[in-house]
């Protein structure tokens, strides 16, 4: 079984710069792709952007230029890095990981609690 324990939300102006790190734990022999998810008040689930062990990296267009994927493999850590955010990047973002290489064929097994990131205008 796998944890998934996200960290980094809160409030920030538009603007800002967030931070958010989703650390693995539990028993697994090792996880292909992580991903960031997001959920506004509302709307759908929406994957904000994934990346592979190998270091595929793959960014919804609403993100690219602002936000930052990366993962520490020995850590089983995955972070997003958020810049230049405005009010409607304010959601619940969730982290999910798989042991497969899940380009988004798949349905994440794994799927953290979730951090709330608000952005004030």
């Known amino acids: 079984q796998v944890q998934l324990v996200e960290s980094g939300g809160g409030l920030v102006q538009a603007g800002g710069s967030l931070r958010l790190s989703c650390a693995a734990s539990?028993?697994?022999?090792?996880?292909?792709?992580m991903a960031w998810y997001r959920q506004a008040p509302g709307k759908q689930r929406e994957r904000v952007a994934f990346?592979?062990?190998?270091?595929?990296?793959s960014y919804a267009d609403y993100v690219k230029g602002r936000f930052t994927i990366s993962r520490d493999n020995a850590k089983n850590t995955v972070f997003l890095q958020m810049n230049n955010l405005s009010p409607a990047d304010t959601a619940d973002y969730y982290c999910?990981?798989?042991?497969?290489?899940?380009?988004?064929?798949?349905?994440?097994?794994?799927w953290g609690q979730g951090t709330q990131v608000t952005v004030s205008s």
């Open positions: 990346i592979t062990s190998g270091g595929r990296i």
């Open positions: 999910a990981a798989d042991w497969r290489a899940n380009l988004g064929q798949y349905e994440y097994p794994y």
């Open positions: 539990g028993s697994f022999s090792g996880l292909n792709t």
